[in-house]
């Protein structure tokens, strides 16, 4: 493991639980292998743009245009972060039951045909195999139980996202309760520290 890739979303700042996490699974994972490389890419501080009508093409097909040009020069700078990483932690708040749209941006700056998946006889071929996932879930809600469960869109779409480039070794680490008040956040992020303790001894390996 020379080289962890981070991907924060969260727009809260210094309050936001998902970064607080996110920095503890990289100080766990810099203990178990002092000398990873640690690429950071803020998509809460500096969100990359949405795909629009003048830009698409240059991620789905072939670029013609400065922006559709400038959209691939995107693409290309941010699936090379995610080739260069062994192991990527992405910190992913629950934002209306899924993620970020600043998330879901990146997802669309990064699924590219040909790139990092291809269609092979008719079955999806993922082109990003072998990377380790720990992916950090701050919820304000409980969801993992209960009458909840099935509004979570988040999870199962970060897994479909993330497997369908190959990423197939995902952990998900969930800091739920966040907005039932201080003790059960408190909790959340005791809980969740542990969970990220051993993930990182597995993803340092
Ligand atoms: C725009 C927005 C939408 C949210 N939607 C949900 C939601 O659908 N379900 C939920 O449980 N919490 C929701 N929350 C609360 C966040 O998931 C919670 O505050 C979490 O801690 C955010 O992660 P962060 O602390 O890393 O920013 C939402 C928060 C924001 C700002």
């Known amino acids: 493991m020379n080289h962890i890739l981070v991907i924060n979303s969260s727009l809260s700042g210094e309050a ?16 178990v292998n002092p000398g990873a490389v640690v690429t950071y890419r803020d998509l809460g501080d500096a969100p990359i743009p949405h795909l629009t009508s003048a830009t698409v093409a240059g991620i789905r097909a072939v670029a013609g245009t400065q922006a559709e040009l400038a959209a691939q020069a995107l693409s290309d700078e941010l699936i090379a972060e995610l080739q ?42 993922g082109l990003l195999p072998g990377k380790r996932v720990i992916v950090i879930e701050s919820r304000g809600g409980l969801y993992s139980e209960g009458p909840t469960k099935g509004m979570d869109f988040q999870e199962p779409y970060l897994k479909t996202l993330l497997g369908f480039v190959g990423m197939t070794d995902v952990t998900f680490i969930h800091a739920e309760k966040i907005g039932f008040g201080p003790e059960a956040r408190e909790l959340a992020l005791a809980t969740a520290k542990s969970r990220i303790a051993e993930a990182a001894m597995g993803a340092g390996r």
């Open 16 to 31: 936001s639980v998902s970064r607080i996490l996110v920095e503890d699974a990289v100080r766990r994972l810099l203990e």
């Open 84 to 125: 260069a990483a062994d192991v990527v932690v992405i910190g992913a708040p629950m934002y209306n039951f899924s993620i970020p749209t600043s998330l879901r941006a990146w997802f669309d700056h990064v699924l590219r045909p040909r790139v990092t998946f291809a269609y092979n006889e008719g079955s999806v071929q």
